[in-house]
């Protein structure tokens, strides 16, 4: 079957240079590093809209399809801008997504909000933009989002998040669908649930069902069996209730290739698991084919990023490790340390240099466990090399914290041999700018 983006471990445009530098979207990452400063996060755009082709192509034999990317995996403007372009929704989980993804311009009817504890300002917000659906989570949230709609005199569109009972083989804090799961309604709670829109709640209508089971996921058959827990359940509901809903979402999860050992499916062969899945149990639930929403987040932008630091400190525990320091870590890439994530990185100014050493990629941050990444074969490293980390575009900046006090650091965003900043890098004045001295304590 075809390959798709997400199974390359490097930006689709990577390349050695003349220079014999690293270079993606045609520019060269030593450059790019001394034009901007390290750590800097780049995104290849070429690669976003790559893997976005693959989604759409692999979906084209479903045509009742909407696809949502999941803004939680990396929010800015312009990659708002770049998925509303290529076509996508969005999938978002607190006000700041709502605000960015609208600031972008993209349309709202094609955003859907999730979330296990929604607040009344935000569910406010959403209504007032014109979010085209919320993924209610809960009993209160249904009461809430009602009572909101009806004093706006709306209607809320909305699906049940439901929790599938699905274990899928990923790490414990990225699974989501199993049943003793934070989010969702369980399965013996959707009946009352339903109960209570069809009768009370009446500014809430309800299209459909959702489920998310988990993320980085490698295994298809895990689709398989939600699609029949979803399909099921509509047909159940229009038996019961004389109900007909006409929308399954099935979430995200799709894997990407953080190093050689991981092998995610490809979209095309997820896409033809969720299809055939679909149609067999539309087939065995009798029921009419339901528009399908998937939203992806880390399939579709993580390949895109790389970040870049500059090598500096490093030491050799005698008989022990050899540790490497960059400018960055946790604060900017807290996967390692929160979930034991591994990267592949290579030496941007001599990538193509034969591996001489095993060494440990310390971050800069006050903690023994910021490691970005423990144990990497790479050139004999000099002060000054410039660290080029892979498949840093999901959940990286997203989660970045200002640890330590540290700035975020800038993303820049390459196509075509030009690099255009898309978030600037924070200022010490930044960093203070929130901070408030009550009266009594100045000098
Ligand atoms: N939809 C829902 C309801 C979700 O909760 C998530 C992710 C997604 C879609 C997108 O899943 P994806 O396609 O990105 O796997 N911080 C963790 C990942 C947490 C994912 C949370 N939910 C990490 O860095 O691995």
Request: aromatic residues 8%; proline residues 4%; contains cysteine.
């Amino acid at each position: 079957m075809r390959e798709s983006t997400n199974q390359s471990i490097k930006p689709v445009t990577t390349k050695v240079n003349e220079k014999g530098n690293l270079e993606i979207g045609g520019c060269d990452l030593v450059e790019l590093a001394e034009k901007y400063g390290t750590p800097l996060y780049v995104l290849d755009e070429v690669t976003i809209r790559s893997i976005c082709k693959d989604y759409k192509d692999a979906f084209s034999s479903y045509p009742k399809i909407n696809m949502m990317y999941a803004s939680k995996a990396l929010c800015t403007l312009a990659t708002s801008a770049i998925l509303s372009k290529e076509g996508f929704g969005f999938d978002v989980v607190s006000a700041g997504e709502i605000y960015t993804v609208y600031k972008s311009g993209a349309p709202m009817e094609k955003v859907l909000f999730n979330g296990n504890n929604k607040s009344f300002d935000e569910l406010n917000l959403a209504l007032d933009l014109g979010v085209g659906r919320f993924s209610v989570d809960n009993f209160l949230e249904l009461s809430l989002l009602n009572e909101i709609a009806k004093s706006k005199n709306k209607t809320a569109d909305i699906l049940l998040r439901i929790t599938p009972g699905i274990e899928c083989h990923t790490h414990e804090y990225i699974q989501t669908g199993h049943l003793d799961s934070k989010f969702g309604f369980d399965l013996t709670q959707i009946d009352e649930a339903v109960d209570l829109i069809l009768n009370e709640y009446t500014n809430l209508k309800l299209h459909g069902l959702h489920a998310h089971i988990g993320s980085q996921i490698f295994e298809t058959k895990v689709y398989h069996d939600e699609i029949e827990i979803l399909v099921k359940e509509l047909a159940r509901l229009d038996e019961k209730f004389s109900l007909k809903l006409d929308e399954i979402n099935i979430g995200g999860g799709l894997g990407v290739k953080y190093t050689e050992k991981d092998l995610p499916p490809s979209t095309f062969e997820i896409a033809d698991v969720i299809i055939k899945s679909l149609n067999a149990s539309i087939e065995k639930y009798k029921i009419d084919p339901p528009t399908l929403f998937i939203e992806p987040g880390r399939s579709i932008i993580s390949t895109a990023g790389v970040t870049l630091y500059t090598i500096g400190s490093s030491k050799q525990v005698p008989k022990g490790k050899k540790y490497i320091a960059v400018d960055g870590g946790m604060a900017d890439n807290p996967r390692p340390s929160m979930y034991r994530a591994e990267y592949f990185a290579q030496i941007a100014n001599k990538p193509e240099t034969a591996a001489a050493e095993d060494v440990t990629i310390a971050g800069r941050y006050c903690e023994s466990g910021d490691v970005l990444i423990d144990n990497i074969k790479l050139p004999l490293i000099e002060e000054g090399d410039i660290l080029c980390v892979f498949n840093t575009g999901a959940y990286n900046y997203s989660m970045a914290s200002n640890y330590n006090r540290v700035q975020k650091p800038q993303m820049v965003l390459v196509n075509n041999s030009q690099s255009d900043i898309i978030v600037m890098r924070e200022t010490l004045e930044d960093l203070i700018s929130h901070d408030v001295v009550p009266d009594r304590l100045k000098y």
